[in-house]
Protein backbone atom coordinates (compact mmCIF):
# COMPACT_ATOMS: atom_id res chain seq x y z
CA UNK A 1 0.00 0.00 0.00
CA UNK A 2 1.51 3.51 -0.85
CA UNK A 3 2.21 5.42 2.20
CA UNK A 4 0.23 8.05 1.10
CA UNK A 5 -2.74 6.51 1.71
CA UNK A 6 -2.26 5.87 5.12
CA UNK A 7 -3.53 8.55 6.33
CA UNK A 8 -5.98 8.73 4.75
CA UNK A 9 -7.16 5.69 6.26
CA UNK A 10 -6.43 6.98 10.04
CA UNK A 11 -8.18 10.19 9.87
CA UNK A 12 -11.82 9.19 9.36
CA UNK A 13 -10.95 5.63 11.82
CA UNK A 14 -9.93 8.79 14.44
CA UNK A 15 -13.03 10.60 13.63
CA UNK A 16 -15.49 7.44 13.72
CA UNK A 17 -13.47 6.72 17.66
CA UNK A 18 -14.49 10.14 18.90
CA UNK A 19 -18.03 10.18 17.46
CA UNK A 20 -18.74 7.07 18.65
CA UNK A 21 -18.50 8.24 22.16
CA UNK A 22 -21.29 11.05 21.67
CA UNK A 23 -23.09 8.09 20.04
CA UNK A 24 -23.19 6.07 22.96
CA UNK A 25 -25.06 8.87 24.48
CA UNK A 26 -27.34 10.05 21.53
CA UNK A 27 -28.34 5.88 20.87
CA UNK A 28 -30.65 6.85 24.18
CA UNK A 29 -34.16 8.51 22.79
CA UNK A 30 -33.79 10.65 25.49
CA UNK A 31 -30.40 12.28 24.47
CA UNK A 32 -30.62 16.28 23.60
CA UNK A 33 -34.31 16.26 25.73
CA UNK A 34 -35.05 18.56 28.53
CA UNK A 35 -36.37 16.99 31.54
CA UNK A 36 -37.88 18.27 34.59
CA UNK A 37 -37.59 16.43 38.05
CA UNK A 38 -39.82 17.33 40.37
CA UNK A 39 -39.32 15.52 44.36
CA UNK A 40 -42.57 15.51 46.03
CA UNK A 41 -43.20 17.12 49.44
CA UNK A 42 -39.62 18.27 51.26
CA UNK A 43 -39.05 20.06 54.23
CA UNK A 44 -42.03 20.75 56.81
CA UNK A 45 -44.04 18.46 54.54
CA UNK A 46 -43.04 14.68 54.38
CA UNK A 47 -45.24 13.04 52.44
CA UNK A 48 -46.37 9.41 53.76
CA UNK A 49 -44.62 8.67 57.32
CA UNK A 50 -45.93 5.05 57.27
CA UNK A 51 -42.61 3.36 56.93
CA UNK A 52 -40.55 3.71 59.96
CA UNK A 53 -37.17 6.15 59.72
CA UNK A 54 -37.89 7.04 56.18
CA UNK A 55 -40.66 9.81 55.38
CA UNK A 56 -41.80 9.54 51.61
CA UNK A 57 -39.86 12.98 51.12
CA UNK A 58 -36.20 11.73 51.27
CA UNK A 59 -37.18 8.61 49.38
CA UNK A 60 -38.81 10.98 46.45
CA UNK A 61 -35.50 12.51 46.66
CA UNK A 62 -32.98 9.66 46.35
CA UNK A 63 -35.00 8.79 43.62
CA UNK A 64 -35.34 12.04 41.68
CA UNK A 65 -31.26 11.89 42.29
CA UNK A 66 -31.14 8.34 40.80
CA UNK A 67 -33.16 9.03 37.64
CA UNK A 68 -31.13 12.53 37.42
CA UNK A 69 -27.73 10.80 36.91
CA UNK A 70 -29.42 8.39 34.38
CA UNK A 71 -30.76 10.91 32.13
CA UNK A 72 -27.87 12.77 32.73
CA UNK A 73 -25.46 10.25 31.28
CA UNK A 74 -27.51 9.50 28.79
CA UNK A 75 -27.34 12.98 27.14
CA UNK A 76 -30.61 14.56 28.71
CA UNK A 77 -30.60 18.04 30.38
CA UNK A 78 -32.26 17.94 33.49
CA UNK A 79 -34.07 20.90 35.99
CA UNK A 80 -34.55 19.79 39.54
CA UNK A 81 -37.56 21.29 41.55
CA UNK A 82 -35.68 20.81 44.66
CA UNK A 83 -32.05 19.49 45.32
CA UNK A 84 -32.82 19.75 48.93
CA UNK A 85 -35.25 19.10 51.90
CA UNK A 86 -36.73 22.59 51.06
CA UNK A 87 -40.27 23.26 51.67
CA UNK A 88 -41.78 24.11 48.36
CA UNK A 89 -45.71 25.06 47.55
CA UNK A 90 -47.08 23.46 44.22
CA UNK A 91 -46.89 27.32 43.18
CA UNK A 92 -42.71 27.25 43.69
CA UNK A 93 -42.65 23.86 41.73
CA UNK A 94 -44.70 25.14 38.86
CA UNK A 95 -43.24 28.93 38.81
CA UNK A 96 -39.84 27.41 38.01
CA UNK A 97 -40.92 24.20 35.86
CA UNK A 98 -42.38 26.90 33.56
CA UNK A 99 -39.37 29.13 33.31
CA UNK A 100 -37.57 26.63 31.87
CA UNK A 101 -37.65 25.22 28.88
CA UNK A 102 -37.95 21.35 30.08
CA UNK A 103 -40.00 19.42 28.03
CA UNK A 104 -42.16 17.08 30.28
CA UNK A 105 -42.07 16.88 33.98
CA UNK A 106 -42.30 13.87 36.01
CA UNK A 107 -43.01 14.46 39.85
CA UNK A 108 -42.19 11.79 41.93
CA UNK A 109 -44.35 10.33 44.55
CA UNK A 110 -44.31 7.44 46.98
CA UNK A 111 -48.34 6.36 47.76
CA UNK A 112 -49.22 5.80 51.47
CA UNK A 113 -51.56 3.52 53.23
CA UNK A 114 -52.58 2.75 57.16
CA UNK A 115 -52.90 -0.66 55.69
CA UNK A 116 -49.68 -1.75 55.25
CA UNK A 117 -50.14 -5.28 52.96
CA UNK A 118 -51.52 -2.49 50.25
CA UNK A 119 -48.92 -1.78 47.35
CA UNK A 120 -49.31 -0.89 43.42
CA UNK A 121 -48.36 1.70 41.13
CA UNK A 122 -50.92 4.40 39.89
CA UNK A 123 -50.24 7.13 37.56
CA UNK A 124 -52.18 10.82 37.95
CA UNK A 125 -52.47 13.11 35.07
CA UNK A 126 -54.33 16.77 34.98
CA UNK A 127 -54.67 17.94 32.23
CA UNK A 128 -56.32 15.25 29.34
CA UNK A 129 -54.80 16.07 26.07
CA UNK A 130 -50.91 17.14 27.15
CA UNK A 131 -50.50 14.53 30.22
CA UNK A 132 -52.68 11.64 29.49
CA UNK A 133 -50.49 9.88 27.27
CA UNK A 134 -47.42 10.96 28.77
CA UNK A 135 -48.95 9.42 31.69
CA UNK A 136 -49.80 6.41 30.10
CA UNK A 137 -46.62 5.92 28.97
CA UNK A 138 -44.43 6.30 32.66
CA UNK A 139 -47.14 4.24 34.44
CA UNK A 140 -47.06 1.82 31.70
CA UNK A 141 -43.59 1.07 32.27
CA UNK A 142 -43.94 1.08 35.82
CA UNK A 143 -46.67 -1.42 35.97
CA UNK A 144 -44.85 -3.96 33.73
CA UNK A 145 -41.11 -3.50 35.28
CA UNK A 146 -41.78 -3.18 39.37
CA UNK A 147 -43.39 -6.31 39.82
CA UNK A 148 -46.93 -4.56 41.79
CA UNK A 149 -50.40 -4.37 41.26
CA UNK A 150 -51.38 -2.22 38.31
CA UNK A 151 -53.35 0.25 39.68
CA UNK A 152 -53.85 2.37 36.54
CA UNK A 153 -54.08 5.52 35.70
CA UNK A 154 -56.54 8.69 36.90
CA UNK A 155 -57.16 12.35 36.17
CA UNK A 156 -56.00 14.24 39.31
CA UNK A 157 -56.08 18.33 39.61
CA UNK A 158 -52.89 18.70 41.25
CA UNK A 159 -51.37 22.25 41.31
CA UNK A 160 -47.82 21.04 39.77
CA UNK A 161 -48.67 19.15 37.11
CA UNK A 162 -52.26 21.18 35.85
CA UNK A 163 -50.41 24.66 35.87
CA UNK A 164 -47.10 23.18 33.94
CA UNK A 165 -47.88 24.41 30.14
CA UNK A 166 -46.06 20.83 28.41
CA UNK A 167 -46.69 17.23 29.56
CA UNK A 168 -46.87 16.57 33.23
CA UNK A 169 -47.08 13.37 34.90
CA UNK A 170 -47.38 12.03 38.84
CA UNK A 171 -46.55 8.93 39.21
CA UNK A 172 -47.28 6.98 42.52
CA UNK A 173 -44.07 4.38 41.74
CA UNK A 174 -45.37 2.17 44.45
CA UNK A 175 -46.84 2.09 48.34
CA UNK A 176 -43.57 3.23 50.52
CA UNK A 177 -45.36 2.15 53.45
CA UNK A 178 -46.20 -1.17 52.55
CA UNK A 179 -43.73 -3.33 54.66
CA UNK A 180 -41.75 -4.60 51.95
CA UNK A 181 -41.52 -1.85 50.09
CA UNK A 182 -39.95 0.07 53.00
CA UNK A 183 -37.22 -2.59 53.80
CA UNK A 184 -36.55 -2.72 49.87
CA UNK A 185 -36.20 1.09 49.79
CA UNK A 186 -34.20 1.03 53.59
CA UNK A 187 -31.84 -1.90 52.89
CA UNK A 188 -31.89 -2.67 49.27
CA UNK A 189 -31.63 -1.08 45.96
CA UNK A 190 -35.74 0.35 45.19
CA UNK A 191 -35.24 3.37 45.05
CA UNK A 192 -32.67 2.52 41.93
CA UNK A 193 -34.97 0.30 40.43
CA UNK A 194 -37.79 2.78 40.45
CA UNK A 195 -35.07 5.48 38.87
CA UNK A 196 -34.80 2.88 36.21
CA UNK A 197 -38.42 2.50 35.40
CA UNK A 198 -38.70 6.09 35.26
CA UNK A 199 -35.89 6.67 32.69
CA UNK A 200 -36.88 3.65 30.94
CA UNK A 201 -40.44 5.69 30.38
CA UNK A 202 -38.96 8.93 29.41
CA UNK A 203 -36.95 6.67 26.67
CA UNK A 204 -40.36 5.35 25.37
CA UNK A 205 -41.78 8.49 25.37
CA UNK A 206 -39.08 10.07 23.50
CA UNK A 207 -38.68 7.24 21.21
ZN1 LIG B 1 -46.52 12.08 47.83
Redo the contacts with the bound molecule.
Sequence with gaps: MPKKIIPLLIVPLLIFVVSSNNARAAGYPVAGHKVIIDA??GGTDP??TQCPDLY?KDA?LTIANKLKTLLERAGATVYMTRTDDSTLSNEDRYSYANKTNGEVLVSI????SLDHSVNGTKGLYAKPKKDKAFTTVMHNQLASELGVKNLGITNFMSGVILKFVRPATIQ?SVYLSNTQECEMFKTGNRADQVAQSLFNGLNTWFK
Design positions: GHGTENHLNGE
